[in-house]
């Protein structure tokens, strides 16, 4: 198991306010995403515990673009992958997004 | 002035035949053997370097005669050349370490693709090419006929009549070859029946029978459990029935057998009935009788099947749905690999299927390092029939596209390709250069066993998008588009990210938001049956599933 800690730069949706709510399930390959407010509301900061050894890189890229995508500054993602392929994870990622937009 | 010739006789393959006969006569009562006595048969009949097809499909294995041939002296025995579609039981290794095989002319190792590339490696076999099915079966007729063949059939009667089954696969075309060139066609059957249901192969082409201590194997290899289909495959498949088969009117088609291809049949009757699709899309298929078919079935989606095998716990379903498929008079499947190979050639406008490794050019494989699987049927599925002269609204969009927009003289096959981008961490999907050369190289193989040659796939679909390659119109744009879909793999970082967004302006790349999809609908809940049990349900109790299978 390696943790990786990624705090970025991002544009903010002042109207988004995030309750924590979890999204995702750890089991058969998914894996779990925690979005919470976070302290500085021009970066977004990630946690992640992944499964996976030598993927960092992969998964600095694919947190790097999930970033730009989407006014994501503000907050705080915490994510447990379970050996997720990064389809998964960013699927997840913008499934949770939107799904804070939307609500 | 005539000078004296030397007098040619032209029946010589008759009177060897004859002699193999009269050799055999020991052993068998007419043409019933005890199981006993084939080993003793074989040897008896069989000659050093004799071309043999042991029959070995996709699914029914001719396992106690495998078991019997293996079981023969290497001194009596020896230096075969083996012609079968699917080298799949071990039986069919140890021929060749044994001795008694040496040469091997095949399609498909799925189980022993390991063990069959150690035996390349250590010199005791000598592989003649790997084929496609329909190709092997055209060289049954050309140059590598059986002179012998091992085949398996579900019953004889006293005479030697055959009723095959809902599994005929290869038998026919098998015994065609053999049958009509002097050869010896010995059976294994599960049961001797006073009566069959039907005749698939009739006696007089049948020189001996055996009935076997044990009923022949069939691997359940088509059925898929919707449980272990992700929200990345309903998603691939969201684009793949609106970007592709909508878009093009796709009516005839052939699915590979991955969990890829079960997402979109699971999605016919939910997704594809709320965009409207019913009756218009999937209406003809080439394909096993797949469980994960029955809701679209169910749905009204599927007119026609016509299957090359049968699977195993499908069969009281297919027989109480005969508008469906193809059943015989009395009502059991009768299927038939050549024919439906050949239907999905030549009478299908769009093959879908999954992969292992995609380079740059498009190319495909399922062979990586230390495997020796082959291809089966996807080469003849995934490819452009250049000797179609029939056209349909979804071959002509096809070609008009690969043609610049102008009317072109013939169309184009949809070639599908789709892939989660890793398979796993540390296996991309996508790489620079495919295995399949190094294969070559350490195999001293003549080509690189490509599955899909790139020129022949029309557009690859990855949770990223969709590729659609008829667009494009360079080398360079080409590799673009497949880096613009390949991911976070090292090919996909990789892209050039100008012009990748160019492509996408131009349509050839498009994302699930440009086809007007919202990953936030990927999810499972869209996958018309979740469980095996509910597939059950969907047949109305019809489907029973093998042991394996159930989880209740």
Redesign the interface.
Known sequence: METLHLDLPAIQDASLNPRAALYGVVS???LEVLVERGHDATRCVFEVQTA????VE?WK??LTDFAARHPVGGLSFAIHDA?A????V??RL??AF??LR?A | MNALQPIRTWNHEALRRQARLERSTPFSRGKAVAARDMVSLLEALLEPGDRVCLEGNNQKQADFLAESLAACSPQRVHDLHLVQSVLALPAHIELFEKGIARRLDFSFAGPQAHRLARLVQSRSIEIGAIHTYLELFGRYFIDLTPQVCLIAAQAADAEGNLYLGPNTEDTPVIVEATAFKSGIVIAQVNEQLERLPRVDIPASWVDFFVVAPTPNHIEPLFTRDPRHITEIQVLMAMMAIKGIYAEYGVERLNHGIGFDTAAIELLLPTYGESLGLKGKIARYWALNPHPTLIPAIEAGFVERVHSFGSEVGMEAYVAARPDIFFPGADGSLRSNRAFCQTAGLYACDLFIGSTLQIDLEGNSSTATLGRITGFGGAPNMGSDARGRRHASAAWLKAGQEKNGGQTPARGQKLVVQTVETWREPGHPAFVERLDAWQLKQDMGMALPPIMIYGDDVSHIVTEEGMANLLLCRSPEEREQAIRGVAGYTPVGMARDHALVENLRDRGIIRRPADMGIDVRDATRDLLAARSIKDLVRASGGLYQPPKQFRNW
């Open positions: 058969s390959g998914n996976a050894h030598g993927f992969v890229a694919v050996g392929t990064p389809a998964v960013s699927l913008d499934q939107q799904s939307g």
